[in-house]
């Protein structure tokens, strides 16, 4: 199994906006690190080479993506350039009031659409984490994920 990972955004300002600059000229490069790290398995992109023009529930921008392992997309967040720009995410999306990311297993080979994905969100919204669907906490718990992936 593969765990696919769903990230939605409502974006401040048009993507064309000079304070969406930062964010926007680095897509490409962050997007393409994304590729290169080990355990990288897919991600959901257009004609741009990226995901800006999806959208899901109420107009969120979308990143979705399937990895090997939770570990493979943990070191991709927080250890590599990725994490600057998520450090300054308040710059660009506005808060949330309910989750905006949800992770679940697939099989290997499956590359899950926004509907899928959708659905997985406000299960996981509307009902906490559970196999179906779950958060970070869940993803950085080995132990249960080691259990689950081995189930």
């Known amino acids: 199994m593969h765990l696919a990972e769903l990230n939605i955004g409502k974006f ?38 990226n995901a800006t023009e999806f959208r899901i529930g ?4 979308v990143n979705l993506s399937v990895w090997e392992t939770p570990e493979a ?11 600057q720009f998520y450090k300054k995410r308040a710059l660009w999306f506005d808060l949330m009031e309910k989750p905006h990311m949800v992770f679940w297993w697939v099989e290997e080979g499956h590359q899950p659409d926004l ?6 969100l406000e299960h996981y919204q509307k009902n906490g984490a559970s196999e ?20």
């Open 58 to 61: 109420d107009d969120n921008a």
């Open 12 to 49: 401040k300002y048009p993507t064309t906006d000079p304070r969406m600059a930062e964010f926007m000229d680095n897509l490409d490069r962050v997007n393409a690190l994304a590729e290169r790290t080990p355990g990288f398995v897919w991600r959901l992109k257009g004609d741009n080479n």
């Open 115 to 120: 509907q899928e994905a959708l659905e997985r």
């Open 132 to 151: 179906y669907a779950f958060g970070w906490a869940e993803v950085i718990d080995k132990e249960r994920w080691h259990a689950q992936r081995c189930a």
């Open 73 to 83: 997309l943990e070191h991709y967040v927080f250890k590599t350039v990725h994490v």
